[in-house]
């Protein structure tokens, strides 16, 4: 697996032309993402889209990697192996001050997964503490989920969040900022 800081792939796109896919849901790269960079998303990532790169080097960038890193797997089954991902995603790009496009804030999958687990839980919390023991199985679906998704990096939540329409659509999304 090929990485690069996000401080040496912002030198390159001074003297070439640079092929960074930002592989979050569109609500993720409207809300910000690093100049220069074209959304495809994760789910919509088809290989025959890139035969345009040749074999130029392509730059994958997420939120923190894990998506980039699928991405790239993904890439690799297809016969590319001229990838990289971009060290620390969009939060290192972030943190570097380097250039970046803003839009709408926009809540990101992992969080949108945290409130969703989190709340199922203390549903299940409620139920049981209203009388009802059957509480306790949404509670252990939740830590089940959780659990399976720190053993495999794969989140089944995500993967259906992702596709949810306010993910979709940048101005559909009903989650920003007043600014």
């Given at each position: 697996?090929?990485?690069?800081?996000?401080?040496a792939?912002?030198?390159?796109?001074k003297?070439?032309?640079?092929?960074?896919?930002?592989?979050?849901?569109?609500?993720?790269?409207?809300?910000?993402?690093?100049?220069?960079?074209?959304?495809i998303?994760?789910?919509?990532?088809?290989?025959?889209?890139?035969?345009?790169?040749?074999?130029?080097?392509?730059?994958?960038?997420?939120?923190?990697?894990?998506?980039?890193?699928?991405?790239?797997?993904?890439?690799?089954?297809?016969?590319?192996?001229?990838?990289?991902?971009?060290?620390?995603?969009?939060?290192?790009?972030?943190?570097?001050?380097?250039?970046?496009?803003?839009?709408?804030?926009?809540?990101?999958?992992?969080?949108?997964?945290?409130?969703?687990?989190?709340?199922?839980?203390?549903?299940?919390?409620?139920?049981?503490?209203?009388?009802?023991?059957?509480?306790?199985?949404?509670?252990?679906?939740?830590?089940?989920?959780?659990?399976?998704?720190?053993?495999?990096?794969?989140?089944?939540?995500?993967?259906?969040?992702?596709?949810?329409?306010?993910?979709?659509?940048v101005?559909?999304?009903?989650?920003?900022?007043?600014?």
């Open positions: 697996m090929q990485t690069i800081s996000a401080t792939l912002s030198s390159l796109f003297h070439n032309n640079v092929h960074l896919i930002d592989v979050r849901t569109p609500a993720e790269f409207g809300a910000l993402h690093a100049k220069g960079a074209v959304n998303p994760l789910d919509k990532l088809e290989p025959s889209a890139l035969a345009h790169c040749n074999d130029e080097p392509v730059y994958l960038i997420c939120k923190s990697g894990i998506r980039a890193r699928k991405a790239m797997d993904k890439l690799a089954q297809a016969g590319f192996s001229n990838t990289f991902e971009v060290e620390g995603g969009t939060d290192a790009w972030l943190n570097a001050k380097l250039p970046i496009q803003q839009g709408r804030k926009a809540l990101g999958l992992e969080q949108q997964v945290r409130i969703i687990v989190g709340g199922m839980a203390l549903i299940g919390a409620a139920i049981v503490l209203a009388g009802q023991p059957a509480g306790l199985v949404l509670v252990a679906l939740m830590g089940g989920g959780l659990v399976y998704a720190g053993i495999t990096d794969t989140c089944g939540l995500a993967m259906l969040i992702a596709k949810a329409p306010w993910n979709q659509n101005k559909a999304c009903p989650v920003h900022s007043a600014a």
